[in-house]
């Protein structure tokens, strides 16, 4: 039966066996080297929790959860644990396989008939275990969720059909957010609920973790949660807003504090039992911590790591000769890291709330070596030191000028030429407005001013802190016009292509009757008529009709002629006074008649 023994580190009687016994460093020092890491990484608050075998080794809260108010780390404080998030949605899945109600290599059509992929033979044949081991083929295409944060479930799944993958199914390791997505709402369907009452049934009820929830409004109304920070280019930390994706949560969506983390890691570590029961499946367990899928060799500068591979929702490796199961967490402004040994049932977990930083993982591995009276590695100098010498380079290319920008460039058109609507199936709709001399994109929850960068290439902040920018390029097609955009936002998957389309208003039934009537075309007459499904027609004098698609502006494709268009032309008093229609070899004056 797990015993919680203090808020700080006890020494535990040696019962005999590699899991009850190790070394025994003192509290104070443990304590010590934790808020000496913090403060070497300029972290706000951390919370930690260490389990051995049963036992509560550590749970304790250190510096702020919230700095401008001077607000205390707690063990009960909640942090976002992002994408350890992932091991809980596993374990959901495990656990409904174990009852019956799924199997690891059935394919996820038969159960969710609405999945689909880019293509049939990739959705008939994907299965839960390949949803959980990151090997569909599909890249991340993190942006379409992160800037696009309230649509629903069901319309993210949707989009899934339009991404297109850069593998084949089980070819290679590709993180994706969006297969946890799908195997979180699978849970859902089979036990007609939704994710988060299924994993909150399955996982934190069991488990006793009452602090623990999967809603972003819920930590925020808690009165001991953590606020989130990063550090922008000057290495100053600042306050940053929550990310507020919950249409995501069964990919990283979970929020939960030091004390409650460890009730969940010594159910792993003891084969799925807690406190005399049996919440998982030892069976699912081992699956989870099990090789699923290689990953790739170790980094170099680190080789006491093995090689990687993943099991399902957490990572499987070597430390320093010992098997490792662990999970990295990362959101704006949070950074978590849970990490175990099975054969030496020790577990840690970190939680900080300081983004993009390896603080969580560093901090864990110098805590393994005192707990394992291993040489000390300088975990922390190393990791800071190999983060450091990033920021340094990025800054010296910039000292330098380095830049691929072309000098002494400007847009090949008038700004106002380039506002307009711009739209991928799967990305959704990019929004570029003009206003003077200053183009902004709207796209989703982002607003933000377009900078040129060279001929027809401008640049956005993507992530305002730390200033991270992306650039888009617009495309320009036959007849000059600005066709489209593309972005970088999947460097797996080539620039994302966003297809012009017409403003809305070009389908609004006044702004289209307005356009009706009959104009001349030299001696013959022509008909605008507008259909009862709002469908405007061009009505020739021998009563064949062309559809007319809204294009930009007063602007009107001929679906039936390649190259041509229709352009009507506005008087000064607003009104439409003629028009042009543009064929692939010349232009024509259509008169309106009064």
Same mark, same amino acid.
């Given at each position: 039966?797990? #015993?919680v023994?203090?808020?700080?580190?006890?020494?535990?009687?040696?019962?005999?066996?590699?899991a009850?016994?190790?070394?025994?460093?003192a509290?104070?020092?443990?304590?010590?080297?934790?808020?000496r890491?913090?403060?070497?990484?300029? &972290?706000p608050?951390?919370a930690?929790?260490?389990?051995?075998?049963?036992?509560v080794?550590?749970v304790?809260?250190?510096?702020?959860?919230?700095?401008?108010?001077?607000?205390?780390?707690?063990?009960?404080?909640?942090f976002r644990?992002?994408?350890?998030?992932?091991?809980?949605?596993a374990?959901?899945?495990?656990?409904?396989?174990?009852q019956g109600k799924?199997?690891?290599?059935?394919p996820?059509?038969?159960?969710?008939?609405?999945?689909?992929?880019?293509?049939?033979?990739?959705?008939?044949?994907?299965?839960p275990?390949?949803?959980?081991s990151?090997?569909?083929?599909?890249?991340?295409h993190?942006?379409?969720w992160?800037?696009?944060?309230?649509l629903?479930? @069901?319309?993210?799944?949707?989009?899934?059909?339009?991404?297109?993958?850069?593998k084949?199914l089980?070819?290679?390791?590709?993180?994706?957010?969006?297969?946890?997505?799908?195997?979180?709402?699978l849970t859902? #369907?089979?036990l007609?609920?939704?994710?988060?009452?299924? &994993?909150?049934?399955?996982?934190f009820?069991?488990?006793?973790?009452?602090?623990?929830n999967?809603?972003?409004?819920e930590?925020?109304?808690? #009165?001991?949660?953590?606020?989130?920070?990063?550090?922008?280019?000057?290495?100053?930390?600042q306050?940053v807003?929550?990310n507020? &994706?919950?249409s995501?949560?069964?990919?990283?969506?979970?929020?939960?504090?030091?004390?409650?983390?460890s009730?969940?890691l010594?159910?792993?570590?003891?084969?799925?039992?807690y406190?005399?029961?049996?919440?998982?499946?030892s069976?699912?367990?081992?699956?989870?911590?099990?090789a699923?899928?290689?990953v790739?060799?170790?980094?170099?500068?680190?080789?006491?790591?093995?090689?990687?591979?993943?099991?399902?929702?957490?990572?499987?490796?070597?430390?320093r000769?010992?098997?490792?199961?662990?999970h990295?967490g990362?959101?704006?402004?949070?950074?978590s890291h849970?990490?175990?040994? *099975?054969d030496?049932?020790?577990?840690i977990?970190?939680?900080?709330?300081l983004?993009r930083?390896?603080?969580?993982?560093?901090?864990?591995?110098?805590?393994?070596?005192?707990?394992?009276?291993?040489?000390?590695?300088?975990?922390?100098q190393?990791?800071?030191n190999?983060e450091?010498?990033?920021?340094?380079?990025e800054? @010296?290319?910039?000292g330098?000028?380095?830049s691929?920008?072309?000098?002494?460039?400007?847009p090949?058109?008038?700004?106002?030429?380039?506002?307009?609507h711009?739209?991928?199936?799967?990305?959704?709709?990019?929004?570029?407005?003009?206003?003077?001399?200053?183009?902004?994109i709207?796209?989703?929850?982002?607003?933000? *001013?377009?900078?040129?960068?060279?001929?027809d290439s401008?640049?956005?902040?993507?992530?305002?802190?730390?200033?991270?920018k992306?650039?888009?390029?617009?495309?320009?097609d036959?007849e000059?016009?600005?066709?489209g955009l593309?972005?970088p936002?999947?460097?797996?998957?080539?620039?994302?292509?966003?297809?012009?389309?017409?403003?809305?208003?070009m389908?609004? *039934?006044?702004?289209l009757?307005?356009?009706?009537?009959?104009?001349?075309?030299?001696?013959s007459?022509?008909?605008?008529?507008?259909?009862?499904?709002q469908?405007?027609?061009?009505?020739? *004098?021998?009563?064949?009709?062309?559809?007319?698609?809204?294009l930009?502006?007063?602007t009107f494709?001929?679906k039936?002629?390649?190259?041509?268009s229709?352009?009507?032309?506005r008087?000064?008093?607003?009104?439409v006074?003629?028009a042009?229609?543009?064929t692939?070899?010349?232009?024509?004056?259509?008169?309106?008649?009064p």
């Open positions: 039966m797990l #015993r023994l203090s808020v700080v580190l006890l020494l535990l009687l040696p019962i005999g066996s590699r009850e016994t190790g070394p025994r460093p509290a104070a020092d443990l304590e010590a080297l934790i808020t890491t913090m403060r070497d990484w300029q &972290v608050g951390t930690v929790a260490i389990v051995r075998g049963e036992d080794l550590l304790k809260g250190f510096g702020y959860r919230d700095v401008e108010n001077k607000k205390p780390v707690t063990p009960r404080t909640q644990l992002a994408s350890v998030t992932k091991s809980f949605t374990a959901g899945v495990a656990a409904l396989v174990t799924l199997e690891w290599n059935r996820v059509r038969e159960t969710m008939p609405e999945f689909r992929l880019y293509t049939d033979a990739l959705t008939e044949r994907v299965t275990l390949d949803l959980l990151h090997r569909t083929g599909l890249p991340r993190d942006s379409v992160y800037y696009n944060r309230e629903p479930r @069901e319309e993210m799944i949707r989009r899934l059909r339009y991404l297109e993958p850069n084949d089980r070819e290679a390791w590709q993180y994706s957010n969006f297969m946890f997505l799908v195997a979180g709402y859902g #369907r089979v007609n609920t939704t994710w988060e009452e299924a &994993v909150a049934r399955l996982l009820k069991p488990l006793a973790m009452s602090d623990t999967s809603s972003i409004d930590m925020e109304q808690s #009165r001991d949660h953590a606020e989130p920070y990063q550090k922008d280019k000057q290495e100053v930390v306050k807003p929550n507020k &994706v919950g995501m949560g069964p990919v990283g969506m979970i929020n939960s504090t030091a004390e409650d983390m009730h969940y010594s159910m792993l570590i003891n084969g799925g039992r406190r005399g029961r049996q919440v998982l499946a069976a699912d367990v081992q699956k989870m911590t099990t699923q899928m290689p790739g060799p170790s980094d170099p500068r680190y080789p006491e790591m093995g090689e990687g591979h993943y099991g399902l929702g957490l990572s499987v490796t070597t430390f000769g010992h098997r490792m199961v662990h990295d990362a959101l704006d402004g949070f950074r849970l990490a175990f040994l *099975p030496d049932k020790l577990g977990m970190v939680l900080s709330n983004g930083t390896n603080f969580p993982v560093a901090l864990s591995h110098e805590l393994f070596d005192r707990l394992l009276d291993l040489p000390p590695a300088n975990w922390g190393r990791y800071f190999d450091q010498a990033g920021k340094a380079a800054k @010296e290319a910039e330098k000028g380095y691929p920008r072309k000098s002494g460039t400007h090949s058109h008038p700004l106002a030429e380039y506002a307009g711009y739209e991928h199936p799967a990305y959704g709709v990019i929004e570029i407005g003009s206003a003077g001399e200053q183009l902004r709207h796209y989703g929850h982002l607003d933000v *001013p377009l900078a040129h960068f060279h001929y401008f640049e956005f902040l993507a992530v305002p802190v730390p200033e991270t992306l650039r888009l390029r617009f495309e320009t036959g000059g016009e600005i066709a593309s972005v936002f999947e460097p797996l998957a080539g620039p994302i292509v966003f297809t012009r389309v017409a403003d809305p208003r389908r609004n *039934p006044a702004f009757k307005a356009l009706t009537g009959e104009y001349e075309l030299g001696n007459v022509l008909s605008i008529v507008l259909r009862e499904d469908q405007l027609l061009l009505v020739q *004098p021998t009563g064949q009709t062309l559809m007319l698609d809204p930009r502006g007063t494709r001929v039936e002629r390649a190259g041509w229709v352009e009507f032309k008087a000064a008093d607003g009104t006074s003629e042009a229609l543009y692939a070899t010349s232009s024509l004056l259509l008169r309106r008649k």
